[in-house]
């Protein structure tokens, strides 16, 4: 069974950074973030596969960066030039069969980590 352990939330000025953390254990996957804000619906965020290429959407590029350890099957997400407009409730996910930009296309998920940048 795969479970998803993420941490690393919190309030931040606008301009500021955060890392996010996802454990998973249960196996070794692809991996992404998506984030939920009030009223909208869950987007695609950035993804890692296992060997390392990722993918972001175009708002983050540049200031976020996803990468994965590996040996402690843990992923991180630097979150840098953090502005309002990212404010969400950030999810980690493992195992896409699909377009892994679609949250639909996710086999797991972690439990959510807020994420509030002020201006």
């Known amino acids: 069974q795969v479970q998803l352990v993420g941490s690393g939330g919190g309030l931040v000025q606008a301009g500021g950074s955060l890392r996010l953390s996802c454990a998973a254990s249960?196996?070794?996957?692809?991996m992404g973030w998506f984030r939920q804000a009030p009223g909208k619906e869950r987007e695609f965020v950035a993804a890692?596969?296992?060997?390392?290429?990722?993918f972001y959407m175009d708002s983050v590029k540049g200031r976020f960066t996803i990468s994965r350890d590996n040996a402690k099957n843990t992923v991180f997400f630097q979150m840098n030039s953090l502005k309002p407009e990212d404010t969400a409730l950030y999810y980690c996910?493992?195992?896409?069969?699909?377009?892994?930009?679609?949250?639909?296309?996710?086999?797991?998920w972690g439990q959510g980590t807020q994420v509030t940048v002020s201006s």
């Open positions: 249960g196996g070794r996957y692809p």
């Open positions: 890692i596969n296992t060997s390392g290429p990722t």
């Open positions: 996910a493992a195992d896409p069969d699909g377009d892994f930009r679609d949250f639909r296309a996710w086999a797991y």
